[in-house]
């Protein structure tokens, strides 16, 4: 079972957005919004998918690139990776890409790569919050492999509720955000893996998450 | 009158959450979702408090621990302390923490320190927007007092109207937000306390707040 | 025509917000009810231009003035500027700079500034998303200049689309934020200028905006 995915890319970029011959290959509106869809679908999906989904940059991530990295949960960059929300330099100012970013980024921060085009640094982007964590290129796949062993050594049920709820909660007022959390934790405290994992705490023992979630399997 | 509250402990840990033992020893559904709604009342009691209130945190603060950091209007850390929402290690997300925690940090810090279960430091939850402030243990209710004492030379009609506002304000959009803090801030502006605090900024002299918050008592 | 907006200050401050005295003059709830949608009305003008304004910020920019930063698209600082939200020292809550300020710094960050009242320096705003750049004072201009080049570099039309696409898609939640986001874009995609900067792009040239733009004049 797929329990955690991680998004990268070999070559010198991790993404550099669309292919911008083929958007200017046919130029009418109906086009646009339809390959713009198809983008969006793909970025919404990401947060759909019920386990962790790890951006690994290195080199160039820019406009639907750089969208890429701060729709996925979490992201791990190389020294040397760069981010550029570069669209306006063509006249195209990066709309869905600033929908991901601003999510991610204080306002002032985002609205100057947007407005700018500029490239930040992957240590600037730590601290703007775009990415988790910065690494030397040969210990890239190390920070990503660590990161990825820890989300593995959860059980997956309380991951994929864990991660649905983060996302519904964070775009509704306080008070709803805690009723549905509220049930989704007393739904998660049900599941055998969770009744395993805190009978283990208690018996200061590992827990044995297979034996625990064998019955929904 | 009560003009600030400090929620502190002794002993080793700050708080680290729900009692696990309890928390297996009935199992039902309808037992977790009452115990969840009860963490929550008291939870949002803290925002509806009419004063602000500050966490003093030393040791551990995990799981609900971590929440009621997150809840508070402010925090102060001891040096020393660290910070988890740990509940995925058992197999429970920590689902209602993560409401408060993802209101107060960026996303995919909050996202990580919620999948992993990883633990920050004091100096780390500082930079992401958990504390406020950190100090040496010994100088950590200095510091404390020191908040509190910036707090209580205001009056208290002020920070009240402005407590619940900041609060309300928050969760609209900014035309709605607008509106109600204009109407909030004619309505302070109108309280003795307010008209006796820039008469006296006016007239360059300290403002006597007793005399004039004397009347609504 | 009006690319980019810059609102600087001669003297010593930047801006410290209303006048008391005028305030004190006339205290009656209607009249400051006026006074404040008043302002209101100002501050969301300037998220209403197309075009980006940007505080330079020397001195003091305390209470409303805070809040014109905040409100601004971008913000520069000289290294002697300082911010706070004073208006709690005289026991008037700042409670619509609170709108501005809660939208770009961190929750406990902002609720400290308007609860104490205390200045923070130009290092510490840019660190808490106040402000985007910080400035030796006899750098300031060149600073500001910078990104106003940068801003002017662009299509107006992609810039103008951008910005209000901006706050409107922050506002609302992911799915109805990348359908208006990816509509804005198509249309944008549409525009003279931007079908001729990819083109430009394309073949590897300079793109040529005038042309572009000349039809749409």
Redesign the interface.
């Known amino acids: 079972m797929v329990r955690a995915v991680v998004l990268g890319a070999s070559g010198k970029a991790f993404c550099a957005g669309h292919d911008?011959?083929e958007?200017?290959a046919e130029?009418?509106?109906e086009y646009?919004?339809r390959?713009?869809?198809q983008?969006?679908a793909v970025?919404?999906a990401i947060?759909r998918l019920p386990v962790?989904v790890i951006a690994r940059v290195h080199g160039l991530a820019t406009a639907a690139g750089c969208q890429l990295v701060a729709m996925c949960?979490?992201?791990v960059a190389s020294h040397d990776a760069r981010f550029a929300v570069s669209?306006?330099?063509?006249?195209?100012?990066?709309?869905?890409p600033?929908?991901a970013l601003?999510?991610?980024?204080?306002?002032?921060?985002?609205?100057?790569m947007?407005?700018?085009?500029?490239f930040v640094s992957a240590e600037e982007a730590r601290v703007l919050?775009?990415?988790?964590r910065v690494a030397a290129p040969e210990a890239l796949d190390d920070e990503v492999e660590a990161?990825v062993a820890?989300?593995v050594a959860?059980?997956g049920?309380?991951?994929a509720?864990?991660?649905a709820?983060?996302?519904r909660?964070?775009?509704v007022?306080?008070?709803s955000?805690?009723?549905d959390?509220?049930?989704?934790?007393?739904?998660?405290?049900?599941?055998p893996?969770?009744?395993?994992?805190?009978?283990?705490?208690?018996e200061k023992r590992p827990?044995s998450?297979l034996a625990?979630e064998a019955p929904t399997t």
Chains 1, 2, 3 share one sequence.
């Open positions: 911008l011959k958007m200017r130029p009418s509106l646009y919004q390959l713009f869809a983008c969006t970025m919404l947060q962790p949960d979490l992201a669209g306006v330099n063509v006249g195209l100012f990066c709309a869905t600033g929908v601003s999510r991610n980024l204080p306002r002032k921060a985002a609205f100057e947007l407005v700018t085009g500029d919050g775009l990415v988790n990161l820890r989300i959860k059980p049920v309380a991951v509720m864990g991660k709820l983060f996302y909660q964070i775009e007022g306080i008070e955000a805690y009723e959390a509220g049930a989704t934790m007393a739904c998660n405290m049900m599941d893996s969770a009744l395993e994992g805190v009978q283990a705490f208690i827990p998450w625990a």
